[in-house]
């Protein structure tokens, strides 16, 4: 059998460094001569991209300010992802949460799609999204957006036929797909990888309180930071929030309106500071449901507990009060009680660590390769 000439195809690459492009560097190590094909693409917010040989946007990026604004252009992002073409390759592998998975490939190729979730924004957050801007609140505006969001649901029920294979990133999305794409089979589950490498010298970072949990997380409602926020403000509890997105100006605004000092918001860290707060925190805290949610492993190869909502992906490799505590719902009620549990439990760190090793990116990159050459050898044989 030949080896596979290999795409990689990622809904927009214009967001700082977080778990999916975690995924994306470990597929970047596993076929480094492999380019990244994208919807838009702004080198400036996504330097993690400079490591691969070529990142070619579609024909979106050509328009100014759409590679910062893709959040209001949904509705082209069908178009953009079916202009592109791959010939000259065999195996096409698509990681998304959103559109990437309806480009269009011929039948002697392989379209390997490894499936971060179905796209939020249609299916069970679709009525917040259509809330969530004030501009939404004009009526015909609001019927619109309605009908565009038909018109993507539609599409993406189509999209999702065209891989040849499906792997949900967790449980919880094999789930989804049972619910929301219940005219296809995914195959088996890949976790994502866990990256445990360390650097000897760190940047301390003074502004913060003694005693802390840490949030790591891009700044996006579904995350439910907010309760977390007014979780620790209730009980005096330190907390230091690592992120960026469209929530950071209400969640600055809604620290100070409670007058915490304790509580700190900080955006772009360099990895040496943010490893000085993981070393230095009591415990990870992520109370949103996550796909997956890679940052509770990494606080465990810290040797850190994580407080963590029983929904997310990650759970699933998450002990409860063995590797961190679970949160039943994401309510400051249900978060006071579980950092309250996590406060009188013993954690052993030597546990921890084992379990972050057991995910980590080399087992990922074996796991990964070989469910790939395991498709890629059917297809061929189905050419013959």
């Known amino acids: 059998m030949k080896k596979p000439k290999v795409a990689i195809v990622y809904d927009r690459v214009n967001t700082p460094f977080g778990g999916a492009e975690q995924v994306l560097l470990a597929l970047n190590e596993l076929y480094p001569e492999a380019p990244l094909f994208t919807a838009v693409y702004n080198p400036q917010k996504a330097k993690w991209a400079d490591k691969f040989p070529k990142v070619i946007p579609s024909f979106l990026n050509k328009v100014p300010f759409f590679n910062q604004l893709h959040r209001w252009i949904p509705f082209l992002m069908p178009m953009a992802f079916e202009s592109f073409d791959f010939d000259g390759y065999d195996v096409v592998i698509s990681v998304t949460s959103a559109e990437a998975k309806g480009i269009v490939t011929k039948p002697n190729q392989l379209h390997f799609c490894y499936l971060l979730t179905p796209p939020r924004y249609l299916y069970q957050d679709r009525e917040h999204s259509l809330n969530s801007k004030k501009i939404f609140k004009i009526l015909p505006i609001k019927w619109l957006a309605s009908k565009l969001l038909d018109y993507l649901t539609w599409w993406d029920q189509q999209a999702v036929l065209r891989p040849d294979v499906i792997i949900p990133i967790s449980q919880r999305v094999a789930q989804r ?6 005219q296809i089979k995914s195959d088996e589950v890949i976790y994502p990888p866990v990256e445990n490498k360390r650097i000897e010298k760190i940047k301390i970072l003074a502004d913060i309180p003694k005693s802390y949990l840490l949030i790591a997380s891009r700044l996006v409602s579904y995350k439910s930071i907010d ?6 403000a209730e009980i005096n509890q330190g907390l230091v929030i690592v992120g960026s997105g469209p929530e950071k100006k209400p969640l600055k605004q809604l620290i100070k309106n409670l007058e915490k000092q304790n509580i700190k918001l900080f955006s772009d860290l360099d990895f040496s500071t943010l490893q000085y707060l ?16 890679i940052v509770a492993l990494e606080a465990n190869s810290y040797g850190k507990p994580v407080i963590i909502n029983s929904k997310s992906g990650a759970a699933e490799c998450i002990d409860h ?3 961190g505590v679970h949160i039943s719902q994401e309510k400051p009620d249900f978060i006071i009680k579980a950092i309250e549990t996590m406060k009188k439990t013993e954690f052993n760190k030597a546990r921890l660590h084992k379990n972050a090793e057991k995910y980590d990116t080399n087992t990922f990159i074996k796991v990964f390769e070989k469910s790939v050459d395991k498709f890629w050898n059917q297809k061929q044989k189905e050419n013959l």
């Open 227 to 232: 309760q977390a926020i007014q979780a620790c």
């Open 278 to 293: 993981y070393q230095n925190c009591e415990a990870l805290l992520m109370p949103g449901e996550e796909d997956f949610g």
């Open 177 to 182: 797909v049972r619910e929301f794409y219940p």
């Open 321 to 323: 009060t063995i590797h």
